[in-house]
């Protein structure tokens, strides 16, 4: 099989943002334009809940025009950690996964949040609760969530417990590269952890001290090789989704240099 490679729609600027962070349909068809050039040929769409229902469908239907498939949308409400925000976390998530369908994406990135005993038995009920009554949602629209890693090894191993055991075919996981570096982990590690359960990634770099988001090959803490090897190893066949950022960090920002900086250092890994 074909691999695929994919970018977020987060830096559609070439320019820093500073105090104004809207992302309407002009701006997500310039992100779309930038990876169409670069040579990506899937999408993953960020801020996504802050257009209207026409313009979601709008900003689906021009990435698909341009050759780019739009492959994921990253939700910015978190799967709950407490009983008392339980119903409300689902709700806030639905309309997530409402708004996401316009797109015609086939993934939704979710973060779960922690709440204030991270690893308590009532902490993981919340979360399976939360998983089952999602599943169906994303069901209905022929999607998948994909919980994020955010957290510590000890947490990942608590969302894999669940999600490997509820066994259900719309629930697993998204691999973000520099989140597991910073948390003690090789991204290669966590693919493991994950493991068929894999659905999609983020695939950014960093130095080992700073959630970065700069473009793979940039950093000095990631075995590239390594992790692309654990990608192969648990039989991932999704999009290669990298995700860099529209506020870059002691840098200087350049949308489509950083955009064809990723594609270009992927392209090595092929």
């Not at 809207?22 to 960020?46: H, M, Q, R, W």
């Amino acid at each position: 099989m074909a691999i695929i490679l994919g970018c977020n729609t987060l830096y559609p600027h070439d320019t820093k943002l500073t105090n104004e962070r809207y992302f309407g349909l002009p701006e997500l068809k310039t992100a779309i334009d930038t990876i169409k050039n670069a040579g990506f040929v899937a999408c993953e769409f960020s801020h996504y809940s802050q257009l209207n229902d026409d313009d979601r469908r709008a900003a689906g239907d021009y990435a698909r025009a341009q050759g780019v498939r739009p492959w994921s949308a990253h939700a910015w409400k978190s799967i709950p950690a407490e009983t008392d925000k339980l119903d409300e976390g689902v709700a806030d998530l639905t309309a997530c996964l409402e708004n996401a369908a316009q797109l015609g994406v086939s993934l939704v990135v979710v973060h779960a949040a922690q709440g204030p005993d991270p690893l308590s038995a009532a902490r993981w009920a919340v979360f399976r609760e939360a998983l089952i009554r999602l599943a169906p949602i994303a069901g209905r629209h022929n999607m998948r969530i994909g919980v994020e890693n955010c957290y510590p090894r000890e947490d990942l191993l608590g969302m894999a417990g669940v999600i490997h055991s509820l066994d259900l075919p719309e629930i697993g996981f998204v691999v973000d590269t520099g989140h597991a570096i910073l948390r003690g982990m090789t991204p290669a590690e966590a693919i493991h952890i994950m493991g068929a359960k894999l659905f999609s990634t983020h695939i950014q770099d960093n130095h080992g001290q700073h959630d970065d988001h700069l473009p793979p090959g940039r950093g000095s803490s990631i075995n590239w090789q390594e992790t692309w090897q654990a990608l192969n190893d648990v039989g991932y066949q999704g999009v290669r989704m990298v995700e860099i950022t529209d506020c870059p960090a002691n840098r200087p920002a350049n949308a489509k240099q950083d955009t064809q900086d990723a594609f270009d250092f992927l392209q090595t890994l092929l």
